[in-house]
């Protein structure tokens, strides 16, 4: 599966449509079958990219694609479906004058069956896209509405921004599989449907292998049905030792093909492949829990966007990014403001990185924003959530769409609605119900903290009774933002610091802003390692997210610049991420103390844990002197 825009249902016949277009925009009132295409484009770069081959900065309501298809051999019993990746906003798709297709949201998937549409095979494909600047209604993310980008805001994605393709099928056959691992039950629930007439007595063949050897091997009759769900459980090894090698995590990525076949009697007449993964995520008495026991997520905020192609990504470009990621020493990232395409989870998911995935906000409240964000988050949950990587789902962020959130009712009702829609479709991961602040009902309580201040953070948060107050009593900037809709609800979550340091080190790179500058990579440097000492220390945190990885047209404060390269030394970065031997503070008695031998706080975490068990007058477990 090395390059299939679908890597979790894969077959071999398929073919790219990425490359050369005709385009245009404009012509909004225009038939589709009288468009004048003036222009070329390359798909699936968005036209305001300099790889589309046009740098467009004008904002346009309308564009149109246009390129011949050719689909040769075609037999009788085979259908030809026609894939988009993402198309912003709302696409209207013709194949031969034949109108075929429409699909609202920018950042979901859509397909259809074109077999009828072609002509011996041939056709003509065009597509429209509307995609309304001042549409503040519509889910669009970190994309901008003036001509040029300003503050947090970056250019514009029009039209098609991710991959098109062709995919030859059988008529009956496999339209989705699905793993939901079961660690305590050392089993998965898999769930299957098929589309086309079912010849009586069919059945599907579902086999699990890992390493090249063979997990499961079980055949389930249809009976009739066009959907399948079965508990498959695996040969339990019962050592534990022999059980950690098949569970997945950053540090042991470990994944488990899935082959599946569609069977009329002995006849194979369609056969997939997938693959998923063995672990569990979960909160649980305000900790992070991943397969079973505490663990802290060391993120990194990640926006996704590259000089030349904007929000589109080559799968090179995806995975040096994590890779980068993982060099830097964080153990996820937050995909930010942005739905990504499917062969970055891939990445995520065979190189181990764990991802929070959020939705693109809308920036007003409406009946509109209302109905497209519940269904175009849906759709990006119900498509992702078989990958392992992602562990927690983030719906709203920073009370975007939802304005004046305390004190509007409407407003209040989306954030519990998004949150229960988002638990209903998987209640197997956490979900963060507002990052940020001005939370509802929550399983992550994230906040966002700009402070340059390391001092001011460990005041913060440096012990369970003052994060509490924090969280209860303190106002977040901008505008004053309280942290919990209800002052008086309990506190049972994990807290994590989601967005904080954005420090500036541009060296002449050009105009751009962060919420701390220096002009030394050495000052840039020694500034990090004092912000991430403080997090480790402040023992009312479960996790953090760091803002972040790369810089951002105007945004400068990455810890890459644009290009991807490394502003400062990149293993005293590492090491300053996750909290090794540096000169951190940790927590004594209920008071917060120099830790003079540099101890990795992680380790000293884990030591209190399984060697202490005194409390502080705040609840927390005495950090004894190794």
Not at 237 to 244: A, C, F, K, L, T
Not at 403 to 422: G, M
Request: hydrophobic share 35%; aromatic share 10%; charged share 25%.
């Amino acid at each position: 599966m090395p390059t299939h825009p679908r890597p979790q249902l894969t077959r071999p016949d398929w073919l790219s449509l990425d490359g050369e277009w005709d385009f245009t925009a404009g012509q909004a009132a225009a038939a589709h079958d009288h468009v004048q295409f003036d222009q070329k484009i390359q798909v699936p770069y968005p036209p305001e990219s300099r790889a589309s081959g046009l740098s467009r900065h004008d904002p346009q309501t309308t564009v149109w694609y246009q390129r011949d298809l050719s689909v040769v051999d075609l037999a009788p019993w085979e259908r030809v479906i026609l894939h988009f990746g993402a198309v912003d906003y709302h696409a209207t798709v013709w194949v031969n004058d034949q109108r075929c297709a429409e699909h609202r949201g920018g950042h979901t998937p859509f397909s259809f069956d074109i077999t009828a549409a072609l002509h011996s095979g041939q056709g003509r494909l065009v597509v429209r896209a509307d995609d309304d600047a001042l549409a503040f209604d519509q889910p669009r993310g970190k994309q901008e509405w003036r001509d040029e980008s300003h503050a947090i805001w970056y250019p514009r994605t029009t039209g098609i921004w991710q991959t098109v393709w062709l995919e030859r099928v059988p008529a009956t056959r496999i339209i989705h599989v699905e793993c939901t691992p079961r660690l305590v039950e050392w089993a998965f629930d898999i769930e299957l449907k098929t589309i086309g007439p079912l010849a009586p007595g069919s059945c599907v063949r579902v086999q699990f292998s890992a390493e090249g050897h063979t997990l499961c091997d079980d055949t389930f009759a249809l009976l009739g049905s066009r959907s399948l769900k079965r508990r498959v459980y695996l040969n339990d090894p019962g050592i534990v030792d022999e059980r950690m090698e098949l569970l997945w995590s950053p540090e042991h990525p470990q994944l488990i093909d899935v082959q599946v076949q569609l069977l009329n009697g002995t006849t194979v007449t369609d056969d997939v492949r997938s693959y998923t993964a063995m672990r569990d995520v979960r909160t649980l008495r305000g900790e992070f829990m991943l397969n079973g026991a505490g663990y802290v997520p060391r993120l990194v905020l990640d926006q996704g966007y590259w000089p030349d192609t904007l929000m589109t990504a080559t799968d090179e470009q995806f995975r040096r990014d994590i890779e980068l990621t993982k060099q830097l020493g964080f153990n996820g990232a937050r995909k930010h403001q942005k739905i990504e395409s499917p062969r970055y989870l891939y990445w995520c998911d065979v190189l181990g990185l764990l991802v929070w995935e959020e939705m693109p906000s809308a920036y007003s409240l409406s009946d509109d924003s209302v109905r497209d964000l519940s269904r175009e988050w849906l759709e990006a949950v119900q498509r992702d959530r078989g990958h392992p990587c992602i562990v927690t789902w983030v719906p709203l962020n920073e009370s975007w769409g939802v304005p004046d959130l305390p004190h509007n009712p409407a407003a209040q009702h989306l954030l519990r609605a998004l949150y229960h829609l988002t638990r209903a479709a998987d209640p197997s991961r956490p979900v963060i119900s507002n990052d940020g602040w001005e939370h509802g009902t929550s399983d992550i309580l994230g906040v966002h903290d700009y402070t340059s201040d390391p001092q001011a953070l460990l005041k913060r948060f440096g012990t369970s009774q003052a994060t509490e107050d924090t969280l209860r009593h303190f106002k977040a900037r901008p505008y004053s933002r309280v942290l919990l809709l209800d002052p008086d609800m309990p506190i049972d979550a994990p807290v994590m610091l989601t967005e904080f340091g954005g420090t500036t080190y541009s060296d002449g790179l050009g105009a751009g802003w962060g919420y701390a500058h220096f002009t030394s990579s050495e000052a840039f440097l020694t500034h990090y390692e004092a912000l991430l000492a403080a997090v480790h220390a402040c023992r009312g945190l479960q996790g953090f997210c760091y803002t972040q990885l790369a810089d951002t047209f105007q945004e400068r404060n990455g810890l890459l610049t644009d290009a991807r390269r490394f502003k400062a030394d990149p293993t005293r970065l590492a090491a300053a991420t996750r909290g090794a031997h540096s000169s951190v503070l940790y927590v004594q008695e209920g008071q917060v103390v120099d830790n003079p031998l540099g101890y990795d706080v992680l380790w000293l975490q884990r030591l209190a844990r399984r060697t202490d068990s005194r409390r502080t007058p705040d609840g927390s477990p005495v950090l004894s002197s190794p």
